[in-house]
């Protein structure tokens, strides 16, 4: 049986076509449905018409691989469970696509990722897993057994972009204030991590792609291969990483080998984010997986 599953970022809409666990099709497309309107809670026009474009892309793959209605799993995320205009937003993709959307609260969202991030990387010690979306953060903590704890927070990229990167590059000053904001707002998970100790940060596909990029490029002059889905993150290259992004402005950055124009801005709160958890939580070594919630879904509809 035949399944899509659709996976409705708040940046990148994400799209996977699957048969007995195997997949068939596989792409990513720029929706940016936070932009201009996460922070004040809404969707605009443009960002609407902008998913519309995208999703009629999808409609049109579903329709060549002849994949039944009923098999269309199509889940929104943080823009879209916090959008004051989601029911219009949900009828519009449904009259114009016949798409039928499921919103997730983060909670789900964060299991989801769990699942699909579990496939890709062998989990044996204490772990946090961080999921960079647009709108939300997912932290999971968990061992080779079972999630200890998880939390979704909305703080994705795009909200932290809007708030703290007025200027390019970024100034000091808002590096420190954003850094006092992730401590005020990231208090759970502080407790959380004095509570289970994880040892490692497992990052989960998004920014954490584009870091495992950066490092490739710099060391093979390519992209990450796509058939290894987990990987070994060297902790200095972290550090190479940040320097380079953080302190470089938008040209500057667009040029770094492995980084994609999606996340040529995002990628600076995003690092900035990484390198708060790290320091903060004493933490020393990365993973990277490329699977996150589709492969999740993907898991829970073959196990079902």
Request: glycine residues 8%.
């Amino acid at each position: 049986m035949k399944n899509a599953i659709i996976d409705l970022g708040t940046n990148t809409f994400h799209l996977m076509i699957v048969e007995n666990q195997k997949v068939l099709f596989k792409t990513s497309k720029a929706a940016k449905i936070g932009m201009g309107g996460i922070n004040a809670g809404v969707i605009t026009e443009e960002g609407i018409q902008r998913a519309l474009g995208v999703l009629g892309e999808f409609k049109s793959k579903i329709t060549e691989f002849e994949v039944a209605p009923e098999n269309v799993h199509a889940f929104g995320t943080s823009a879209v469970r916090n959008a004051g205009n989601q029911a219009e937003f949900l009828e519009r993709v449904k009259a114009e696509t016949g798409i039928v959307i499921n919103v997730i609260d983060g909670k789900e969202e964060a299991e989801l990722i769990y699942q699909g991030v579990k496939q890709a990387v062998t989990i044996e010690h204490p772990s946090l897993i961080v999921d960079i979306g647009g709108g939300s953060v997912e932290f999971i903590i968990c061992n080779a057994e079972k999630v200890l704890w998880l939390q979704s927070f909305e703080i994705g990229g795009q909200r932290l972009l809007e708030r703290f990167m007025k200027k390019d590059p970024i100034p000091t000053s808002e590096i420190n204030r954003l850094e006092e904001y992730l401590r005020e707002t990231l208090l759970p998970l502080t407790n959380a991590v004095h509570q289970y100790s994880p040892k490692i940060l497992i990052g989960s596909s998004g920014s954490f792609d584009t870091l495992n990029d950066m490092f490739f490029w710099r060391n093979r002059g390519d992209f990450a291969p796509h058939e290894i889905h987990g990987f070994e993150y060297p902790i200095e290259e972290f550090a190479h990483a940040y320097e380079l992004i953080v302190f470089a402005n938008h040209e500057e950055r667009s040029k770094i080998g492995g980084m994609i124009p999606l996340r040529v801005d995002m990628m600076v709160v995003a690092t900035i984010l990484i390198k708060f958890l790290l320091q903060t939580y004493h933490i020393a070594q990365i993973k990277i997986s490329n699977f996150a919630l589709k492969e999740g879904v993907m898991a829970k509809i073959e196990n079902a």
